[in-house]
């Protein structure tokens, strides 16, 4: 869990451990404090950053040292407070759903790891309807008309936003492309399921306006993603006048589907690269074995023994790596091994074969390592 929780009781940690590790969702812990600073000193509560509609929602877990047996409270946040989860009924309920809910403080076991993150799991459930509801009861019939085309999308969540010094949003996270990406890259090192998201912010009763605007969009994916696919550089279709959702989507969908397929297969163009470059510079000392976007070599000029870093970009062979040297024998006066410049500015083409590709970077790094001796030996220190 990390530094400062040395004074969680046992049975908290317990259940704090199995919270943040089993969640499909990474939760984070913002702070943990005591609710008896002058005697015991023992942290029984802390606030737990939840992701919600590609944001975070806060709440405040307030369990007890002293009484283990009982169930935590739980402060929502000030913008939430009619929000009532054991109160609510979600769609289609079981005749005794709600003794079950309700189960989940009375038959607390402290003794049962499992506790919080159910509990956890299904408030969060609850909130995703109580946003669903907020947002369901907004007096605009372009955004009933919108929801109603897409409410039926797995994953689909809502958010009512209120502002203090301008009109209200609602918010839509969309989640796009039905496929497993994590199936889909060998050796996976992802314990998340990567995805990504459509970003929707509608403004709110502007009933003056005679056509309605676009919506502001922006396409979201887990930080993980990158390693694999950046969005960053992808331009969204145009929102057409007269344009819903439903009719936005699928062409979307289609061309990121391409993408992401085009993604998987260029790891293994890297890694032919990669390849290719240990038969001009010898074994790699270090590779990235999943993504192929790293790879590191030993080398020598005379006396001088060095690294080769190279940094392989997504979009490989469109762009072209980045280089670096390192000294295995100069070091600065901080003792940090003396580096290059970052490199690009070598001979290269995309249409090439793999092999002429790092011939072509061997004979460059042949010249450049004379270059980069003569800087180390400039009165650096050496060893």
Same mark, same amino acid.
């Given at each position: 869990?990390?530094?400062?929780t040395?004074?969680?009781p046992p ?25 008896d600073?002058?005697? /015991?000193? &023992?942290? #029984? ?8 509609? !590609?944001? $975070? %929602?806060?709440?405040?877990?307030i369990?007890?040292?002293e ?11 000030p ?16 005749p005794?759903?709600n003794?079950?809910?309700? /189960?989940? &403080?009375? #038959? ?8 919080? !993150?159910? $509990? %956890?799991?299904f408030l969060?459930?609850?909130?995703v309807?109580?946003?669903a ?23 689909l ?11 209200e ?5 969309v ?21 990504i ?8 009763g502007?009933?003056?306006m005679?056509?309605p ?5 922006k ?24 344009m ?35 038969d ?5 000392v ?6 192929c976007?790293k790879?590191?070599?030993?080398s020598a ?5 060095f ?8 979009q ?9 040297l ?11 091994p ?24 061997f004979?460059?790094?042949v ?17």
């Amino acid at each position: 869990m990390g530094a400062g929780t040395e004074n969680v009781p046992p049975f908290i940690g317990a259940q704090l451990s199995h919270l943040l590790s089993h969640s499909r969702l990474t939760l984070k812990i913002d702070q943990l404090w005591s609710s008896d600073k002058y005697n /015991s000193g &023992l942290i #029984d509560r802390f606030t737990l950053l939840i992701p919600y509609c !590609l944001d $975070f %929602i806060k709440w405040d877990i307030i369990f007890d040292a002293e009484s283990p047996n009982v169930a935590p409270d739980v402060i929502f946040g000030p913008e939430d407070e009619h929000f009532h989860p054991f109160h609510m009924s979600p769609p289609s309920v079981e005749p005794n759903n709600n003794n079950n809910n309700s /189960s989940l &403080l009375s #038959d607390w076991n402290y003794k049962d790891p499992k506790c919080l !993150l159910n $509990f %956890i799991q299904f408030l969060r459930g609850q909130y995703v309807l109580y946003q669903a509801k907020r947002v369901g009861e907004v007096d605009d019939g372009r955004l009933k008309f919108e929801i109603s085309t897409i409410v039926s999308r797995e994953g689909l969540e809502m958010h009512m936003c209120s502002f203090v010094d301008k009109s209200e949003e609602v918010k839509f996270a969309v989640p796009l492309l039905d496929m497993n990406i994590n199936k889909m890259v060998s050796g996976c090192p992802w314990r998340q399921s990567q995805k990504i998201y459509l970003q929707v912010v509608y403004p709110v009763g502007r009933k003056y306006m005679s056509a309605p605007s676009a919506p502001r969009l922006k396409l979201v994916s887990s930080s993980e993603l990158k390693a694999l696919y950046s969005i960053d550089d992808v331009k969204l279709p145009p929102w057409l006048n007269g344009m819903c959702l439903a009719e936005y989507l699928p062409n979307l969908e289609e061309y990121l589907e391409k993408q992401v397929l085009e993604a998987v297969s260029l790891i293994d163009v890297r890694r032919q690269f990669i390849e290719a470059l240990a038969d001009e510079l010898g074994r790699p000392v270090e590779a990235d074995p999943v993504f192929c976007r790293k790879a590191t070599f030993l080398s020598a000029s005379g006396v001088l023994t060095f690294l080769v870093h190279f940094v392989i970009p997504t979009q490989f062979p469109k762009q072209q790596p980045v280089i670096m040297l390192q000294s295995s024998q100069h070091f600065n006066a901080q003792m940090a091994p003396l580096k290059s410049r970052p490199m690009s500015d070598y001979p290269w083409s995309p249409r090439w074969e793999p092999s002429l590709m790092a011939e072509r970077i061997f004979e460059f790094l042949v010249d450049e390592a004379l270059n980069f001796k003569g800087q180390c030996s400039e009165g650096q220190l050496q060893l």
